[in-house]
């Protein structure tokens, strides 16, 4: 398998960040990592190896980013509004950097790259997705939570005014503009969960998002599988490739 490592320093965060490029050719993706996690992680932890033949048959060419969710969500000492904007930041890096990278480095000027990843993952690759579908074109989300005010967060009702526009349950149903609801159903969204072990908010989230998107007539595959289905990696390798699969 081709690879590449890439990194630079992102002036929309002030840091050095890194990529990984996995493949030659194929649909491109950007790969957000699990909770605090780096570029490398989705090899870690198995993903590239069990989806290695999309990726050597030229169906899928992966662009797996570092995160900055020490700085923004997991900094628990700074203000919700600080994150918040932390994470704005990252974003910029993704629109302004990463994405420019990936339309030269695959030779496709107009490359809207899908969004994909778990747990904490699928979370960036939605809300990403939510925010620039000009620029995004879809996103595989499996596992993940949609709205901010969750536990895991430490970030409750009170705080959603400073973090709205990274909450994708809170701010998606008043999304009206119609450009961006017309690139929303351009889009191949897929968004999974399962129903078994640690995925009980995963399931709350996944079916609030569901219900919005059908009421605005964006289709979207939302599927919920098994009571069996728990959330950690071994089904995460199965969910992946079933959906890239279906898509290429």
């Known amino acids: 398998m081709h690879t ?4 630079w320093y992102s002036p929309n965060l002030g840091k050095d960040m ?17 909770s605090r996690g780096r570029y490398f992680d989705f090899e870690g932890q198995g993903m590239i190896a069990k989806i290695s033949s999309h ?23 700074a203000s919700p509004a600080t994150r918040s904007a932390r994470n704005d930041q990252y974003y910029k890096y993704i629109t302004d950097e990463v994405i420019p990278f990936i339309r030269t480095h695959s030779q496709s000027p107009e490359e809207r790259p ?20 000009e ?15 969750r536990n895991e967060f430490k970030l409750g009702a009170n705080d959603i005014k400073d973090v709205y526009y990274n909450s994708p349950i809170h701010y998606l149903p ?13 889009s191949n969204i897929i968004i999974c969960t399962g129903q078994g072990a640690w995925e009980d908010e995963a399931i709350v989230d996944t079916k609030d998002i569901d219900y919005t998107l059908k009421s605005k007539g964006v289709p979207a595959w939302i599927d919920y599988w098994g009571k069996d289905v728990n959330h950690d990696w071994p089904w995460w390798y199965v969910q992946m490739n079933h959906f890239l699969s279906k898509l290429y």
């Open 174 to 186: 008043n999304v009206t503009d119609a450009n961006k609801l017309d690139w929303y159903k351009k």
């Open 135 to 149: 620029l995004c074109g879809g996103t595989i989300a499996l596992s993940g939570l949609y709205r901010m005010d």
């Open 114 to 133: 899908m969004a994909t990843g778990t747990s904490m993952g699928a979370y960036h690759a939605v809300n990403f997705f939510l925010k620039h579908p």
């Open 4 to 7: 590449e490592i890439h990194k």
């Open 55 to 77: 990726i050597d048959g030229a169906k899928i060419k992966l662009y797996a980013i570092d995160s900055v969710d020490t700085e923004s969500w997991y900094n628990f000492g």
């Open 18 to 34: 890194e990529l990984k490029v996995y493949g030659h050719y194929g649909k491109a993706f950007i790969v957000f990592p699990c």
